[in-house]
């Protein structure tokens, strides 16, 4: 055995920053296990999530919530979802393969991917220079989830709650994105 | 240009790319005697038609899914966009004459 152990970092080294009406904070103690449906396993799979999350399938564009874990579940593309929960350990599909078996094909999704939160009341400010999106609530309430493009770099984006949004990147390009928001932001706040 | 998908609704056209006729769903049947014809009818043979045209589109930066679009190719106006995968099974349940059960379609 080695006598050394090596620490993870995360995509942004714990990013956390403050501007005038808005917060950039990166999010680090979530888990992501894809979910990739076997042909015609739909139903079976829907029943082993209501089963152990007592949490359904979601349809395009919404969120799917449950308690256990503060899971969130949503769809990313046909046949396949993405599964985020409370977890910071380095097995996470074993977390979800204990509950749901073999009734699908688990990938672990978390160093893969960088979380960042927008919050505040300029969330929308800062955000509709780089996201083509509607986020109106109107047209894009609390609960709803959509794949897009920002700054050429594939974001999805979810509404989790009043004047909060969470931005879902990958971590290779993870600082790009960031330096995109952190202009944005900027650029929302008062000229002196 | 805006594509109105028909499970994420109306999304602007740089989220996709354009990935040529839709006449490429249509792939011969390799073991036909006049495959090699066929082939080289399918890889090179295109219409290219002033007004309404049928074409694949990937929606590479939203749900991974191919969608078949028809265009107006003079106008750009956009009259129907369906699942790719919902035309192909539709096409395969016509050729084995079971009833069509789509409709995904969005005008």
């Known amino acids: 055995m080695p006598d050394y152990t090596l620490t993870a970092s995360t995509p942004l080294d714990g990013y ?46 919404i969120l799917s919530v449950a308690s256990r874990d503060n899971v969130v579940l949503f769809n ?48 929308r400010c800062l955000l509709e220079r780089i996201c083509p999106l509607d986020i109106h609530p109107s047209v894009f309430p609390v609960g709803s989830v959509a794949r897009t493009v920002m700054e050429h770099l594939g974001t999805t984006i979810i509404h989790d709650a009043e004047d909060s949004f969470l931005l879902l990147s990958a971590r290779s390009s993870a600082h790009s994105f960031l330096e995109a928001i952190e202009t944005s932001a900027a650029n929302t706040e008062p000229v002196n | 240009m805006i594509i109105h998908h028909p499970l994420l609704g109306p999304r602007d056209a740089s989220e996709f790319v354009y990935k040529g006729d839709a006449s490429l769903i249509n792939r011969p049947d390799w073991q036909a005697d006049n495959a090699p014809e066929l082939f080289h009818d399918y890889l090179y043979l295109r219409d290219n038609p002033a007004g309404e045209h049928q074409e694949l589109w990937y929606h590479e930066q939203g749900d991974r899914s191919w969608l078949v679009v028809t265009r107006n190719t003079l106008t750009h106006d956009i009259t129907n966009v369906e699942l790719a995968r919902d035309v192909a099974f539709a096409k395969q349940a016509n050729k084995s004459g079971r009833v069509e059960k789509s409709g995904r379609g969005k005008k």
Not at chain 1, 41 to 60: C, D, F, H, M, N
Not at chain 1, 94 to 102: K, Y
Not at chain 1, 113 to 123: E, L
């Open chain 1, 76 to 123: 990313m593309a046909q046949d396949q979802y993405f599964l985020v929960f409370d977890y910071t350990g380095n097995t996470a599909t074993s977390v979800v393969r204990n509950l749901l078996g073999d009734t699908a094909y688990l990938t672990d999704q978390s160093d893969s991917y960088v979380w960042v939160r927008i919050s505040g009341t300029n969330s």
């Open chain 1, 16 to 61: 956390s920053r403050d501007f005038v009406g808005v917060s950039i904070h990166e999010v680090n103690d979530r888990a992501i296990v894809s979910i990739a449906v076997p042909k015609h396993g739909e139903r079976e799979l829907a029943k082993l999530l209501t089963s152990s999350y007592q949490i359904e399938l979601p349809k395009p564009g």
